[in-house]
C-alpha cells in the first residue's frame, strides 16, 4: 500500500512535525504543498495535513485539494490548530466527498500559535505539539494502517 501526506505548515512547522514523525516510523512520501509536484494517482491512501487559519485548512492545500486530489480516494486528515474545539474539516471534507474520497480518520492536536493578539503574550500553546501528541499523530497512523490493510 502506497501512502502519501500532502502538506502545507507555514506558521511554525507544527503539522510538519507530525508528519516527519510518520516518515520516520513508516514507508511514506511527504509532499509539500508549498514545493513539490502533486501527483497523487499513484498512492492508495493520502493524508491532507495543515495548520488552520481562519476556520480552515490552509487557502493553498484547500485548493491544492480541489484541483489535483484524483476520484475515490482514501484520505486521512491531520490538523494542528491554536484552538482544538471546533471541527475544522468542514469545507475540505466537503471537497473530499464533492471527489467521492472517503475519509477514514481525522487526528488533531494544538499547535503553538502567534498570530494575531497571541503574539503580544508570547503566544498560544508554546510547548505545543507535545511529545506525547506528536507519539499520538504517529499511533494514529499506524492504527489507520493496521485496520485498512
Ligand atoms: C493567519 C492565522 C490564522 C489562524 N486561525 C486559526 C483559527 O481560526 N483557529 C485556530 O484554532 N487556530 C488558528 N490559527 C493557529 C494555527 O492553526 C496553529 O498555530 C497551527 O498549529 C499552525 O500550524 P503550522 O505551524 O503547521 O503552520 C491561525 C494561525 C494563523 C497564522
Not at 464533492?98 to 503553538?112: E, M, Q
Request: include cysteine.
Amino acid at each position: 500500500m502506497k501512502t502519501a501526506i500532502l502538506y502545507e505548515s507555514w506558521h511554525h512547522g507544527n503539522t510538519k512535525k507530525l508528519c516527519e514523525a510518520i516518515k520516520k516510523e513508516q514507508d511514506i512520501t511527504l509532499l509539500n504543498v508549498k514545493e513539490d509536484d502533486i501527483a497523487l494517482e499513484e498512492y492508495d491512501l493520502i493524508g491532507i495535513a495543515s495548520g488552520v487559519a481562519f476556520g480552515k485548512f490552509y487557502k493553498e492545500i484547500e485548493q491544492a485539494v480541489r484541483e489535483k486530489m484524483p476520484e475515490g480516494k482514501k484520505v486521512f486528515l491531520i490538523y494542528t490548530c491554536g484552538n482544538p474545539g471546533p471541527d475544522f474539516t468542514k469545507s475540505i471534507r466537503k471537497t473530499l466527498s464533492s471527489k467521492n474520497c472517503d475519509v477514514l480518520g481525522v487526528y488533531r492536536c494544538k499547535g503553538y500559535d502567534t498570530y494575531g493578539p497571541f503574539k503580544l503574550v508570547g503566544g498560544l500553546n508554546k510547548e505545543h505539539p507535545t511529545p506525547e501528541e506528536i507519539r499520538g499523530a504517529v499511533d494514529f497512523y499506524n492504527e489507520l494502517i493496521g485496520k485498512w490493510s
